[in-house]
Every structure is written in C-alpha cells, then in structure tokens.
C-alpha cells in the first residue's frame, strides 16, 4: 500500500484538470485526537484480604475524572479494579471535597472514627426511616 503525505490525505480527487473528470473536492481533515493522560494513583488504602481502595485521576473522552475504586489481587497477583467504587467529574471535586470533609468532620465529633458502620453512621428507628438528629 502506498503512503501518501499529510496534505495529500486531506483531500479527495485531482488538483489538476488533466481531463480525468475528477475535481479537487477537498475535506475537513478529522480533528487530530489527545492522548488521553493515564491514570495517576494518589493514594492507595489497604482494606484486608488482598483488596484495597485507590485514589486516582483519569481522562475519558477528554474529560478528568477522581476515582475513588476497590481493587482486588486476581489469580495471576496482580491487583485489578472493580465496578465498585465512584467517579466523579473534576469540575465537581470542590463540592465533593466539602461533603467528604463535613461527614469526615461529623463522625469525629460523634466519636465514630472507628469501625463506622451505615447503621451507627445513620441510626434507624423501627420503621427503618433514618432518625434525624
């Protein structure tokens, strides 16, 4: 197969009038794409039994994305991410900075930094209707 330049893939036809009945019809040449930037881990927190939680950023169809996913070793050893986890647009990541950082703030001051459990995070009465405090 013949390689042709750059300019010459950009249009369809003949420059020439040489009599071929061809005219020079040119196109738009698609829009050259962006590497999309690989994923960049910023933290990753052990949770026991060969899983872990990572912290990362990435791009998808040239948009940045947190990502907060549990990973798992797989029967190879190597670790391998899961559908469990969260991905949140950049554009987002103040306000959903601010709402990690009130819960975070509110379990300290209930005293429920450790072992915090839905149930204990969010008491429920009988009816199983979260209890406002």
Same mark, same amino acid.
């Given at each position: 197969?013949?390689?042709?330049?750059? #300019? &010459?893939?950009? %249009? %369809?036809?003949?420059?020439?009038?040489?009599?071929?009945?061809? $005219? &020079?019809?040119?196109? /738009? &040449?698609?829009?050259?794409?962006?590497? *999309?930037?690989?994923?960049? $881990? +910023?933290? $990753?927190?052990?949770?026991?039994?060969?899983?872990?939680?990572? +912290?990362?950023?990435? /791009?998808?169809?040239?948009?940045?994305?947190?990502? +907060?996913?549990?990973?798992?070793?797989?029967?190879?050893?190597?670790?391998?991410? $899961? =559908?469990?986890?969260?991905?949140?647009?950049? %554009?987002?990541?103040?306000?959903?900075?601010?709402? @990690?950082? #009130?819960? *975070?703030?509110? *379990?300290?001051? /209930?005293?429920?930094?450790?072992?915090?459990?839905?149930?204990?995070?969010?008491? =429920?009465?009988?009816?199983? /209707? @979260? +209890?406002?405090?």
């Amino acid at each position: 197969m013949q390689r042709r330049s750059a #300019q &010459a893939r950009t %249009r %369809r036809g003949s420059m020439d009038s040489g009599g071929n009945g061809r $005219t &020079a019809a040119f196109f /738009e &040449a698609p829009p050259m794409r962006k590497r *999309a930037m690989p994923d960049r $881990t +910023i933290r $990753t927190l052990p949770k026991g039994d060969g899983e872990e939680l990572r +912290i990362s950023l990435s /791009e998808y169809k040239g948009h940045a994305f947190l990502n +907060i996913r549990q990973w798992f070793r797989n029967r190879n050893g190597s670790m391998q991410p $899961t =559908q469990k986890g969260v991905t949140v647009p950049l %554009r987002l990541l103040p306000d959903f900075a601010s709402g @990690v950082s #009130q819960a *975070a703030t509110t *379990a300290l001051q /209930e005293g429920r930094s450790h072992n915090a459990t839905v149930t204990n995070l969010f008491p =429920q009465g009988d009816d199983g /209707e @979260v +209890i406002e405090r």
